[in-house]
């Protein structure tokens, strides 16, 4: 299923859309300043995109992955973690 992933230059998603199977041709989107739209291709989303199954797929693409662009086009990939908070207590060296 194709995909419209919305997000920064950094690649981090902000938000999806999904065309409906009654959609042809192009799709006309524009993002807000300093935000682009790219079509990925999610193969293990198939069916009834409103079944909540596919809506936790959907919403585990915005939460762990990142946008990245290559010379074979765009793809998901992993996000990376997330910084550990430091606690204020410093380690002796």
Request: a positive charge; proline letters at 5%; hydrophobic letters at 35%.
């Amino acid at each position: 299923m194709k995909i419209l992933v919305i997000h920064d230059g950094r690649g981090k998603i902000e938000s999806l859309a999904v065309p409906g199977p009654a959609v042809t041709g192009q799709i006309q989107m524009v993002p807000h300043k300093g935000r682009q739209v790219t079509e990925v291709d999610v193969e293990d989303i198939r069916g009834d995109v409103l079944s909540s199954e596919n809506q936790q797929r959907l919403l585990g693409i915005i939460e762990g992955f990142r946008l990245e662009s290559g010379p074979g086009g765009a793809r998901l990939a992993p996000a990376a973690q997330q910084k550990r908070k430091r606690t204020g207590a410093r380690s002796r060296r």
